[in-house]
């Protein structure tokens, strides 16, 4: 998909942790196409986006440490009343590395997580975890269901291989939480690993966040089709219809005396590479499940061409992508948070809803750019 933000076209650029937003902030294309429908969207026809269109930061409730020790399942584990080992001083031990307190994972009620283990040195016989203020941890040893080994890649990853998150190699080792269906909020733990005689890692932290589903939207309608999109940056707000060529990456090309010189400046053509959006809809299902189909183009420098071919050759593919996840509505904030993703590998978007008589629109952004997508009941 390509304009919710963990889509597909948003990963043609990455920067950061908003990096989708700077890849729909590309410049739009200067040329109207006659044939595309000039859809009104009712009162969004023509808006000025600012600050008012970013969803509220949302925080979490903290699961009690007790609750949440005995509300977890993890297959094969036992727990003992204490503290874990500590850290082993000795050079051979192994080691993890460390995701930094930023690392967060999301998941849905009921359903699993997997927590990436990414180990930097030494063997893995088993894992210790413990949540803060409990008065028992886990130990899980490596021969146990929770433990996993390999490709855990969902279809989102792949779709999104470009993207800021970290997706999971051959070698990837993690061990899988099940969440109890009763609990949502917040939740942190550390954990370690040891070797086969004993010897135990350094202590990494990490935050899970247990996600409801489903609310009271504000409106009845189930499936919407967008009209058009807005984008604000540097105070000035821009539209786009469906159908317009988007400008996504330009290539300098320098051409002298039959040969290429790419990022020349003496000698060159700006080549401009686009994507066209022919439809994009969303449904909300009332089980608190959605689905986002979207149709376009991508047009792209052909990689064989070269100066010598003469003009300028392209190739262009026809894309259809979907995406299934589960949706939260916040009527007090106002705030949508759409999580994609398969079970034990989920991530969220959160956005900015609001509805005018037949038109829903949904935005996101920051103090520099902000994005609004206008729909229309489909």
Known sequence: MKYFKNLKIMKKVIIGIFAALALVGCKKDEIENPSIKKDDGGSYSNVTLSTDNIPEKRTFDVIDSKTITDGLTIDGASKYLGTPPAPSTDINAPSLYDFGSS????????????????????????????????????????????????NKQSIFSKIVAKNNFEFRSSDNEYFELELPENLSGEFCFNYCVYDSVGLVSNVISQCVVIESIGGQLPFNHSSWELLHFFEHEEGVTTKTYLGEAEIYHDTIIGCYNDVTYEYDSTYFEIIESTYTLDDLSITFNTDGTWSINERGTDKDVDDNWDCQDGPVQYTTEKYDDSETGYWKYDDQTKVLVLIFGEEGDQSVEEYLLSVDGDNLMISYGDDEYIFAMVFGKK
């Open 103 to 150: 690392k967060v994972v999301h998941a849905t009620q009921g359903g699993k997580v997997n927590i990436d283990l990414k180990p930097e040195n030494g063997e893995i016989a088993g894992i210790y975890m413990k949540v803060p203020g409990a008065d028992e941890y886990f130990d899980i040893p490596v021969k146990t269901s929770s433990y996993k080994k390999g």
